[in-house]
């Protein structure tokens, strides 16, 4: 991504701009744009760029652009501890419903960065929980009763509430 895209995307990010004006100016016509912003988000994986990985995931999120083709590249980054948007990738993919997730979604749940050492709610394992759920599969339901008999409490009763409300 060039720095002209990036100060594009922070503008939007801050309403600097309209979203019309950030298509106008963006220079990828909105039917490409998925594709691109799947390259894009590769890169800055490949490169572990976190500040890159924010500002697509935003534009995905503005412009509903997110899709099946992102689910590879999203799980490569959400296992990776250099960003910070795990929480927005488990939503992501919660969303997308891909069983392709599943086992990252697994790993994370169970990971705890070091920058959510804060987190004592485990919003991340909740949201992967969800994730999981949401899938809906044989697979994704192993991996919720494995994660409804860890020692977390917390992870372990979400994992339960789901479990309880398959098919539901």
Request: charged residues 30%; contains cysteine.
């Amino acid at each position: 991504m060039n720095n002209q895209e990036r100060e594009l995307i922070e503008n939007l990010m801050f309403k600097s701009i309209t979203q019309e004006k950030f298509l106008k100016s963006f220079n990828v016509e909105i039917e490409l744009m998925p594709k691109y912003i799947n390259e894009l988000l590769h890169v800055a994986y490949i490169e572990k760029n976190a500040d890159d990985v924010e500002l697509l995931l935003y534009v995905g999120f503005v412009f509903k652009l997110f899709s099946k083709d992102f689910v590879g590249d999203l799980c490569e980054i959400l296992e990776e501890s250099w960003h910070n948007q795990h929480e927005n990738i488990a939503r992501i993919l919660q969303s997308i419903e891909s069983p392709e997730a599943i086992e990252s979604l697994y790993k994370a749940a169970l990971t705890r960065f070091e920058y959510l050492d804060y987190d004592e709610a485990f919003a991340l394992a909740v949201k992967c929980i969800w994730a999981l759920w949401a899938i809906n599969t044989p697979e994704s339901h192993k991996k919720l009763e494995l994660l409804s008999r860890v020692d977390n409490e917390i992870i372990r009763k979400c994992a339960q509430e789901r479990l309880a409300n398959i098919n539901s």
